[in-house]
């Protein structure tokens, strides 16, 4: 939310310039809400004017759009093939909404096709509401996000362009779920019980009460991403904190409104990567790594919160520089690019503060509004109103 000047592309631009003594443009074609079927388009223009180096950050943004398939079904063919043939719209109620359970998962179109910009359900009015838990749509979603990114890795093969991918970073210890269900499967006694348990949860003062009412909570509904967030939240107060990151990790993943790239994304994303040989940077453990309190006794007691993050996704300027330098390190040690100055790493702090003091009150300012806008957004108070309601 802080614009292009102090996003990470920048910072990344002025490591690498330090680093080599040359001239280094960066341009950000980061896109609004973008996700990866998006970025992918964005790919296949940007190579056609042969950059020396490509950055890739993708993921957190897969189910923002509606997307629909038609009716055309194939059990002989592999998703990856009737991929390729997957129309995309901007709105399509049905798929989640109270035809959901009907929803076809693999229907092919002719081709693909994107609106001009992005509508997000979020951006409407009653946009949170038109979020449910559906475990089919999920599903679907995470196969085109793999399917978007094996495109991308076949778009730069046999070119010569080198290409770094970022896996995204998400707020874990300090993000609730943005929307949370019961489990709609369960019977109204199962219902009423989950629901006096996790109240018992809430509304306790004992830290045993609360977590003994839910565990039971848990065991009736396993998948609640409040209660798997109230129970990472108990578990970090009491230190444990391998229990309260599993559980944190599990709210992010079962959030009903899902802003954040979960972790089947997140894996199939490093799994191709892997397999292709393509650099990338893990930015969850980049920035667990440098939150507060580190790594005790190799467990993991720096959950990733407030501390780099603005929100449940966004880097904080400081942030931004720590990701920008950890690429421009990550860069450079691929070989792409002689390095001129080995310590160049000693003067960019200061050349980050001077840059940062270039930019005036009024920039942070425009900033502040931005992110309390895209906060209102997140917790589906958009004002807009849709005109002609969703497509079919």
């Known amino acids: 939310p802080y614009s292009t000047e102090t996003a990470f592309p ?39 004017y042969d950059p020396d180096l490509i950055l890739i950050y993708t993921g957190h943004n897969e189910f923002l759009e509606r997307r629909t398939l038609e009716n055309a079904r194939s059990e002989d063919q592999s998703f990856a093939q009737l991929a390729q043939k997957m129309y995309l719209v901007r709105w399509a109620a049905h798929f989640i909404g109270s035809n959901r359970e009907n929803a076809p998962r693999r229907t092919p179109k002719s081709k693909t096709v994107l609106a001009a910009e992005v509508e997000a359900l979020l951006d409407y009015q009653g946009g949170l509401e038109q979020y449910s838990r559906n475990d089919l749509w999920l599903q679907g979603v995470d196969e085109h996000f793999e399917w978007n990114v094996r495109q991308m890795l076949d778009e730069i093969s046999g070119s010569n362009i080198p290409l770094v991918f970022v896996s995204p970073v998400s707020n874990l210890k300090d993000c609730p779920p943005f929307k949370f269900e019961n489990d709609p499967s369960l019977s109204s006694e199962l219902q009423s019980e989950f629901e006096k348990s996790f109240r018992l949860a809430i509304g306790s003062d004992d830290p045993r009460t609360a977590r003994s009412a ?15 967030f109230l129970f990472g939240k108990l578990a970090y107060e009491q230190h444990q904190f391998s229990d309260a990151e599993k559980y944190f990790i599990k709210a992010r993943d079962t959030d009903v409104c899902p802003l954040r790239a979960q972790s089947e994304l997140i894996g199939d994303l490093q799994v191709s990567l892997n397999q292709r040989r393509i650099p990338f940077l893990d930015a969850q453990k980049l920035f667990s790594e440098q939150t507060k309190g580190g790594y005790a006794n190799g467990t993991a007691n720096a959950i990733v919160g407030d501390e780099w993050l603005v929100d449940h996704i966004h880097p904080s300027v400081a942030g931004h520089q720590l990701l920008g330098e950890a690429l421009a390190s990550l860069v450079l040690e691929q070989g792409w690019f002689e390095i001129e100055k080995d310590n160049w790493k000693e003067s960019i702090d200061a050349e980050f503060q001077r840059r940062i003091a270039s930019l005036g009150e009024e920039y942070f300012l425009r900033a502040k509004q931005r992110l309390e806008g895209l906060q209102l957004w997140t917790q589906g108070r958009a004002k807009k109103i849709r005109e002609s309601g969703p497509a079919e």
């Open 10 to 48: 920048k910072w990344t631009g002025v490591c690498l310039a330090e680093a080599t003594g040359r001239e280094v443009e960066v341009i950000n074609c980061g896109g609004l809400s973008y996700a990866s079927y998006r970025v992918l388009a964005i790919l296949r223009e940007v190579k056609q």
């Open 214 to 228: 839910v565990e039971k909570a848990l065991e009736i509904d396993p998948d609640h991403a409040g209660a798997n």
